[in-house]
């Protein structure tokens, strides 16, 4: 599922390198594959040991998909090729036609992933200081472009210290109030005042807007700026060196690892040490380059897309990160302090310290090109039959992933494999047990509809796979029916099964509600065909849509999102009932009609939080039935037959209420709630604990 990022903040650069040849992980994925033939069930076998295939196909698929080996399937990472390969395979495997696209089963997808250098030469940082010999910084060395700024432009300009680059009546702060900026090159620093101050006017220790970089240079290009030079914090410094440490540690291991096995090799095994030795070198090869990055960093570069992406504002001036070294050296000169020593001063009273720099101009060209990562849709058919044939029912499932890191972590800073067990390993591999069930179905029946399964790429940088094949669909889009989405559904907790798009088409929630009835799960239905997800692009070109989902978790788009922790019995129910609404779309005899729906849609989240009471619900009113000893509820007061009036702001007129209210908490969020005990008001507060 797609994260709504604010990507004015600073991120990771998206050239993750490689740390496991494709070679070897193409030969996991055929051992993966191989193994697929011992789960296909006929039509004679029990519906019992056809669950337990299911569940065997699921496991083995999510097993490989989430694997540390295909680092978290970034669209920037040649694991995604893998992953693709995969799906292909298993394409094969279920029986599918793999000729849509072009006599092939690949739909290329363009993904911008921002700027990257057009041309070395192009990329120039020229310092003159008075009368001193000029000081070429080098690209990557003393500084760098970024993306967020004009991809070509050069400037030659005076420059002007700006501080934060911060003007706000609210804070009574601004960084221009004293000096004139107007055809000078404004040097920024990163962040806000005290930024490390919990006591900071600007939010504590919270980042306020001010500290984007995009309200930095539109603020600078406001006041006249012809380029901006951001210079980094001393803590982002120290983090983004550790950061490349870790990924050199790592790689080390790896190659002691693989040294250790290359000496453990018998000398007649010829090809086997000649690829051991040539995956040292590859290694060796990486941490070379990741010495030079560990150099930069050390001096505070930034990354080219750590700024961001560019505005219709910001791409008209040059933007680039100035080394920390460089930036001091030019202040001493400029305004006889230190870079330090303005940032304490700065940091300390909240006050600017803006200046021009005396005698100090700079030169800058950048040579910028958008960045664009090549990646696919991979789809399968299965040809519809009889009269329903000419129409389409497509099922889909995004691969990718947020890879190591980075772009779109919940976890910022850390460079791990984010594995996407549940988001989205979990929905692929239920869309391609539902192939394989459908197609066992679907052979006895004389007309039904094509079924298209798609594995959508580029989910995670804006529902860009989906996209891409609403706009080149393989088969008419005003013939496709139904599109059912299946993303995040392997952590179903208390029951809870979320489906999206009930309300898209008039047919869909009877149909829905039909097959439960063999389930029995606690649905939560959403009639919108809206949300962060593949399925939006299917309903805004008119097609109805279903949107299968179990949740959002605090392992969402984090390393531990990981294999160990999908519910299998209750993943192979979920796959079990989408097959069952699948099948019966793909032999409605009508088809769905497509209607409008709101916009606006929250997405659901898991309960993580605990109150500990039971209700019941009685013409508006909502009485405590329980109360669990030792319970949050318990130690606030809380009594059976106390009636809840309120919580917090949000009055209670149904159980839903108390539900949703708890929901959308954390533990140890502070509650206040009004009952009504023997027909007076009584005020409660206490403390939500997490839920077990």
Wanted: aromatic letters at 6%.
């Amino acid at each position: 599922m797609i994260t709504r990022k604010n990507s004015q903040l600073s991120g990771a650069s998206h050239n993750m390198t490689a740390t496991a040849p494709v070679a070897m992980l193409l030969a996991l994925a055929q051992i993966a594959l191989l193994s697929f033939g011992a789960v296909r069930c006929t039509a004679q076998e029990s519906g019992d040991v056809r669950s337990a295939a299911v569940t065997d196909s699921l496991r083995r698929d999510i097993q490989f998909l989430a694997s540390e080996e295909l680092r978290g399937r970034s669209i920037t990472d040649e694991t995604i090729d893998v992953a693709r390969d995969y799906l292909r395979e298993r394409m094969e495997s279920i029986g599918l036609e793999l000729d849509s696209v072009a006599g092939g089963s690949f739909q290329r997808v363009e993904i911008p992933v921002g700027s990257e250098v057009r041309n070395e030469s192009g990329n120039v940082c020229r310092i003159q200081i008075a009368d001193q010999p000029a000081v070429d910084a080098g690209l990557g060395d003393g500084f760098g472009p970024l993306g967020i700024g004009s991809d070509k432009h050069s400037v030659s300009a005076p420059v002007v210290f700006a501080g934060y680059g911060i003007s706000s009546e609210t804070h009574e702060y601004d960084d221009y109030q004293t000096i004139d900026a107007r055809g000078s090159i404004v040097m920024l620093l990163r962040k806000e005042p005290g930024a490390s101050d919990p006591d900071s006017p600007f939010d504590g220790v919270k980042n306020t807007r001010h500290a984007y970089f995009a309200t930095k240079v539109s603020n600078a290009i406001e006041h006249g700026a012809v380029a901006v030079l951001i210079v980094n914090d001393p803590d982002s410094t120290r983090e983004a060196v550790q950061k490349v440490q870790n990924r050199i540690d790592q790689e080390q291991r790896r190659t002691e690892r693989l040294a250790e096995m290359l000496s453990n090799l018998p000398q007649q095994a010829v090809k086997n040490r000649a690829a051991t030795a040539e995956k040292i070198a590859g290694t060796d090869r990486m941490i070379a380059a990741m010495q030079s990055e560990l150099a930069s960093a050390r001096r505070g570069i930034l990354g080219i897309t750590d700024a961001g992406t560019k505005s219709k504002q910001s791409k008209t001036i040059p933007v680039a990160s100035i080394a920390r070294d460089l930036a001091d050296r030019m202040l001493r000169a400029g305004a006889g302090a230190s870079l330090e020593a303005l940032e304490t001063q700065i940091n300390q009273t909240f006050r600017p310290a803006s200046r021009a720099l005396d005698s100090v101009t700079v030169s800058l060209s950048v040579d910028l090109k958008p960045a664009i990562a090549v990646s696919d849709n991979v789809i399968g058919r299965l040809p519809g039959k009889g009269l329903l044939a000419n129409q389409t029912l497509v099922i889909g499932a995004h691969y990718d992933h947020v890879g190591m890191g980075g772009y779109a972590s919940m976890a910022p800073g850390t460079i791990a494999v984010h594995n996407g067990a549940d988001d989205n390993a979990s929905g692929t591999a239920t869309m391609l047990a539902c192939g394989a069930e459908l197609k066992r179905r679907l052979e006895q029946v004389d007309s039904h509809r094509t079924i298209l399964l798609i594995g959508f790429t580029g989910e995670e940088r804006g529902l860009l796979g989906s996209q891409r094949y609403v706009e080149a669909p393989v088969r008419p889009i005003e013939n496709t029916t139904t599109m059912i989405n299946l993303d995040m559904v392997g952590r179903l907790r208390d029951n809870e099964l979320t489906v999206y798009g009930t309300g898209s088409a008039s047919e869909l929630e009877g149909v829905v509600d039909s097959v439960n009835r063999d389930f029995r799960f606690n649905l939560f239905k959403v009639a919108s065909g809206y949300g962060p997800s593949d399925h939006q692009s299917f309903y805004r070109v008119g097609v109805p849509v279903l949107f299968f989902f179990t949740g959002l978790h605090n392992d969402y788009h984090r390393p531990s999102d990981d294999f160990d922790k999908i519910d299998f019995g209750n993943l192979t129910r979920v796959t079990d009932m989408v097959s069952g609404v699948a099948f019966r779309l793909a032999v409605l005899p009508q088809r769905p009609l497509y209607a409008e729906t709101d916009p606006k849609v929250q997405i659901r989240r898991q309960m993580t939080a605990y109150l500990g009471i039971r209700i019941s619900e009685q013409n508006g009113v909502v009485k405590i039935t329980e109360v669990t000893d030792g319970s949050p509820a318990s130690k606030a007061g809380l009594q059976i037959d106390d009636q809840i009036q309120r919580i917090g702001r949000q009055a209670i007129r149904t159980t839903g209420d108390v539900l949703s209210w708890v929901r959308a908490h954390e533990p140890g969020d502070s509650f206040e709630i009004e009952v009504r005990r023997n027909a007076n008001a009584v005020v409660l507060r206490g403390k939500l604990e997490k839920r077990s």
